[in-house]
């Protein structure tokens, strides 16, 4: 009893099937077969991947615990994809930015109170990547950026000598 009222809240298809013991449907009977034609034309021009000759990563933060653990990731990261790290290091000094203000909105000018927010650094180099090397490997990092935290991402390309400039003559 339980497995008909399972097949009745099914596609009215099955439902139909079920209900017309007697008479054979096959519903699915006038789909066309067209044969698969072979590939005669092969693309001519193969699209080249770009190559880039630096990648720099600069990160900013609020906490310098959670700057260095990112960082670490992002090492390990492109470690396992093979990527060269050349360089990874942090400013000695965090970036301070003071803001003055007064306690009382009106008067008592010397009654004031100072804000100060500090913004640290630390940067990686890597080297030697393929364009979709590097795509994934940004993808990932930006996905697992924690709060916090900003990411600065500048590349070098290396591109083919344009035409108009002719090598030197002998």
């Known amino acids: 009893m339980n497995a008909i009222r399972g097949l009745w809240r099914s596609t009215p298809l099955v439902r139909n ?40 990563l600069e990160m900013r933060g609020i906490d310098p615990a959670v700057l260095l653990s990112y960082s670490w990731f992002c090492i390990a990261a492109a470690s396992h994809l093979g990527i060269e790290v050349t360089k990874s290091w942090a400013l ?7 803001h003055t203000l007064l306690r009382c909105v009106h008067i008592y000018k010397k009654h004031r109170v100072q804000y100060e927010i500090r913004t640290y650094f630390r940067f990686i180099h890597l080297q030697r990547l393929t364009g979709s090397t590097c795509d994934t490997f940004l993808e990932y990092i930006e996905r697992n950026l924690p709060e916090g935290c900003a990411l600065k991402v500048t590349k070098v390309e290396c591109q083919k000598i344009p035409d108009h400039i002719t090598p030197p003559q002998e």
């Open 92 to 98: 000695r000094k965090a970036e301070k930015e003071r």
């Open 17 to 56: 099937v079920i209900l017309n013991k007697n008479t054979l449907t096959r519903p699915f009977a006038t789909a066309t077969i067209t044969p698969i034609k072979p590939i005669e034309d092969v693309p001519s021009a193969i699209e080249l991947d770009k190559l880039y000759k630096r990648v720099e």
